[in-house]
């Protein structure tokens, strides 16, 4: 999340107007963290009963959750700035595999 807002601050400051550039990396950013932290949520909510089903069920929400904000900002938010909003994505998506490499 810290790194996707910092991601929104950078096309913020580097992007002419400003505006929707830096919605768009902040919701490129949130289509990230976003689902992940339901995923979280839904496997803290599940503590005692961690399963490969249940692992599926959270990855399978995980996506759809991903994929419906994409359709949704597509087809609500016109002014959308595709080039910042899909280099956050995958910046944001790219930080889990930096943390396992730093691990």
Not at 14 to 32: E, H, M, Q, R, V
Not at 41 to 68: D, F, P, Q
Not at 72 to 99: C, E, H, N, R, S
């Amino acid at each position: 999340m810290v790194l996707s807002l910092g991601a929104t601050l950078a096309w913020w400051l580097f992007y002419s107007p400003p505006g929707d550039a830096a919605l768009s990396a902040f919701l490129g950013g949130a289509i990230c963290w976003v689902p992940s932290a339901l995923f979280a949520a839904r496997l803290k909510a599940k503590s005692g009963a961690e399963t490969i089903m249940s692992w599926m069920i959270g990855e399978a929400l995980k996506m759809g959750a991903t994929i419906a904000m994409f359709v949704a900002i597509a087809f609500w938010y016109k002014g959308a700035l595709w080039v910042p909003l899909l280099v956050t994505y995958l910046v944001a998506l790219k930080t889990y595999w930096i943390a396992m490499v730093w691990r």
